[in-house]
């Protein structure tokens, strides 16, 4: 009898179980299917614009590090997603920009590797207790290296040693590996210099597979229009495995530019986005010129046993999607068979989302126009199960760095945006100079037109809760993009700019509607 009752209870228990991972995941499937990303903020800069950027997380904090021309920018991120600047430093003779950054643990040690572009040199920094950092080695390219015009850098870790990988652009592309130390120094172990066999001329995007205890480097060739795979040895070695071109119909890796990849349900995908070189207008930049536009698209090729690479499937842009000028793509979560990705884009200037099932197949999700075209500034960071992205753009106009966060989409079908922005001036604001402010408000719907309207008075009450403010302006935008694209507008940056000295506070609310 008691061993019947077990058996029952057993197999209520089960059924329990069963029954949840069930619900989650459809909960998950629901949630997954209908994502959007929130800005819980943004930062000035201290330097001239954000051109990379990468986060870390050391003993529960977490900070995120914006590179960009002459020097680093230090951020905390909170569970909010609010930036808190801690440092900034310079990087070697001031030049740059910090194209390349990853931060990782060597051996117990926290380090930011720095890809100083025109520096021509590698840069390790140490990350100290407070995220702040400071320079421990440098490496200078020599005839012997490819580090000319580095951008990109990928920590390998072998079961005895990790190694540093570079790639680079324009002056004598190729890969070059480097064995870390313990103390940062870098010491070098091979490069291979690109020919027309491999795709290692213009190296914007690398990511790593383990296979049986192999390990392998998948790597973008923007100049070469194709994607490349190597076997990496324990020693720091690699050899080249196969190659990949663009071609007239489905390859579109013209310009191949971001690389990441995922493990789902067994099968390992690498994806590869691209810049089309149709994109570019400066003059002899682009090498082969005789290349087809067929549009624009992510394409996700399967890993084989042998660690090569073999396409499988095309997400093609539309009227739907944000994949013009893809120059970043993160890994936003993985749950189960299917991972969230987050494609930055320069020319639609937006961060696409997308799912990608067991079976390698790409949807698009939803997207946020961002009001500024990304470079290499997009990150992916998860706080206490809460997943962000941080951009940066390299606009010198701009000077910000933004983080999202990535929840359920809100239902806002029928409502439009109230942005409501008061203002009070200076005592020593002369009336014609409040008059000018006012007038270059107003006149943003002219040079912004995302902006629905805009309607302004001054204060009118008598209740003696106005705190000072004088001056009300209430902007009506149509959804999330438009309020973005005003947000960074380079007029609405003017403006701030403009009349920032004569400002005496300004405090801003935004409320949903519905349109009467």
Do not use: C
């Not at 680079?168 to 190729?174: A, I, N, R, V, Y």
Request: no cysteine; aromatic share 10%.
């Amino acid at each position: 009898m008691n061993n019947i009752k077990n058996k029952i209870m057993s197999y209520i228990k089960k059924l329990i179980i069963y029954s949840f991972l069930h619900l989650t995941q459809i909960i998950f499937s629901q949630v997954s299917n209908d994502l959007m990303l929130y800005r819980t903020d943004f930062k000035n800069i201290s330097g001239q614009n954000t051109v990379s950027v990468t986060s870390y997380e050391k003993n529960g904090s977490h900070f995120v590090y914006a590179g960009g021309v002459g020097n680093i920018d230090v951020y905390s991120l909170d569970k909010n997603g609010i930036l808190t600047p801690i440092s900034n430093h310079e990087l070697h003779m001031k030049t740059g920009p910090a194209r390349g950054m990853v931060a990782d643990n060597i051996n117990g040690t926290d380090f930011l590797f720095v890809a100083n572009k025109h520096g021509n040199v590698i840069e390790t920094f140490k990350i100290l207790n407070d995220g702040s950092i400071e320079r421990v080695a440098l490496v200078k390219d020599t005839d012997e290296t490819h580090l000319g015009t580095a951008i990109t850098l990928q920590v390998v870790h072998m079961k005895k040693a990790a190694y540093l990988f570079i790639g680079g652009l324009e002056e004598k592309p190729g890969l070059s590996s480097f064995k870390i130390h313990d103390d940062g120094i870098l010491t070098h172990v091979q490069s291979m210099k690109d020919d027309e066999t491999i795709h290692t001329d213009g190296i914007i995007g690398m990511f790593t597979h383990k296979i049986k205890g192999k390990t392998f480097l998948y790597t973008s060739g923007f100049q070469d229009n194709g994607v490349s795979s190597f076997r990496i040895y324990e020693n720091g070695t690699f050899k080249n495995i196969n190659n990949i071109s663009d071609n007239n119909t489905d390859r579109y890796l013209t310009g191949a530019y971001p690389v990441t990849g995922v493990t789902l349900g067994g099968n390992k995908y690498v994806i590869v986005g691209h810049r089309h070189h149709k994109y570019y207008k400066r003059g002899g930049f682009i090498k082969k010129t005789d290349f087809v536009y067929h549009g624009d698209g992510v394409s996700v090729f399967k890993v084989n046993k042998m660690g090569a690479l073999v396409p499988h499937f095309i997400l093609k842009d539309d009227e739907t999607t944000k994949l013009q000028g893809q120059t970043r793509i993160e890994v936003v979560s993985k749950y189960n068979n299917e991972a969230i990705l987050a494609v930055g884009t320069k020319d639609d200037a937006s961060i696409q989302l997308l799912k990608l099932n067991d079976e390698g197949v790409l949807k698009p999700i939803n997207y946020l126009e961002t009001g500024f075209s990304i470079y290499y500034g997009l990150r992916s960071h998860k706080i206490d199960g809460e997943n962000f992205l941080i951009a940066g753009s390299f606009r010198f106009d701009l000077g910000k760095i933004a983080s999202y966060k990535i929840a359920p989409k809100i239902n806002r079908e029928g409502k439009v945006l109230r942005h409501i922005v008061n203002l009070k001036y200076k005592e020593e604001a002369t009336e014609a100079q409040v008059n000018e402010a006012v007038d270059a408000f107003l006149n943003l719907k002219n040079e912004i037109p995302e902006i629905v309207n805009i309607e302004w008075g001054v204060n009118d009450s008598t209740e003696g809760h106005s705190e000072g403010f004088t001056h009300t302006f209430t902007i009506t935008f149509n959804d999330e993009h438009a309020r973005e694209i005003y947000l960074f507008h380079k007029a609405h940056l003017d403006l701030v700019s403009k009349a920032g000295p004569i400002i005496g506070g300004v405090f801003i609310m935004n409320y949903w509607t519905n349109v009467n």
